[in-house]
């Protein structure tokens, strides 16, 4: 039905920056929210960021200050930009998009397959 596609992680030094992107393809006929969370090893799935189809934007305190959110509505793409980045962001990192879907009267959480992040001390 939907599918979501990640990129950009990598292997970073502490005080570096990344930029993740990920876009929506699929039976799409709009998108609310999107965001991005993420899990360390032996760890849960932490809630990162979160962007909404107006632009409205929150972040965990984690990271605020030092992560930004974008979307391109038209291409369906989210991006989360990594600056300052700390050994303690390391982690996988997935996006995630509530998507209403043609024949559905609510949306729908679709997530990314995840891309890694690893930040060296």
């Known amino acids: 039905q939907v599918q979501l596609v990640e990129s950009g992680g990598g292997l ?3 005080g570096g920056s990344l930029r993740l992107s990920c876009t929506a393809s699929g039976s799409i ?12 090893p032996g760890k849960q799935r932490d ?25 391109d509505n038209a291409r369906n793409t989210v991006y989360l930009q990594m600056n300052s ?5 390391t982690a996988v990192y997935y996006c995630n998009a509530d998507v209403l879907l043609p ?3 609510s949306s729908q ?6 891309t890694q992040v ?3 001390s």
Do not use: C, H
């Open 47 to 71: 809630w990162v960021a979160t962007v909404t189809s107006g632009g409205t934007t929150n972040f965990a305190d984690s990271v605020k200050g030092r992560f930004t959110i974008s979307r």
């Open 85 to 89: 980045l700390k050994p303690e962001d």
């Open 103 to 105: 024949w559905n009267s």
């Open 118 to 120: 690893t930040v060296s």
């Open 12 to 14: 970073v030094q502490a």
């Open 29 to 40: 006929r709009s998108i609310n929210a999107m965001g991005w969370y993420r899990q360390a």
């Open 109 to 114: 959480r679709f997530w990314g397959q995840g």
